[in-house]
């Protein structure tokens, strides 16, 4: 019987799934992914729809993802410099999985205390 190997982008792994979560694991990928999954997005969209995320991280995970094949990314001639990314057809054929993933993850959803605005404290006038 003969083993089976999986290759992608000159990599070896021993089974698909260490492969298809090898290309979109670490913390900030399958959020880029989710983001993108709602339609093309500019890089500073992205920024402000990522709580936490700074800017070498995404600009580093961006480009994981795009040399992955997951991920396009169109640069646009003009000043300022405008760039677009978007799932690419492979990076499509993710989304049954992850949405399968945030169905699943659901279940373990809680609810975050709402937070009461501070009250507003305004001097009031002295009498003289």
């Known amino acids: 019987m003969s083993a089976v ?4 982008n000159g990599k070896q792994y021993q089974c698909p799934i260490e492969l298809s979560v090898s290309l979109f694991s670490g913390k900030w990928k399958t959020t880029i992914i989710c983001k993108l999954m709602g339609g093309t ?11 936490g995320i700074n800017h070498k991280m995404l600009a580093e995970q961006l480009r994981e993802l795009e040399q992955a094949g997951i991920i396009n990314r169109k640069v646009y001639p003009v000043v300022p410099p405008k760039v ?8 499509e054929q ?16 809680t609810e975050l205390p709402q937070e009461s605005p501070a009250p507003i404290s305004v001097p009031l006038p002295v009498d003289s």
């Open 5 to 8: 190997q999986y290759e992608f």
């Open 41 to 51: 997005k500019r890089y500073g969209e992205l920024k402000k729809l990522i709580d």
């Open 84 to 91: 677009e990314y978007a799932l690419t057809e492979l990076g």
């Open 94 to 109: 993710l989304t049954p999985a992850i949405r399968l993933l945030q169905q699943w993850g659901s279940q373990f959803a």
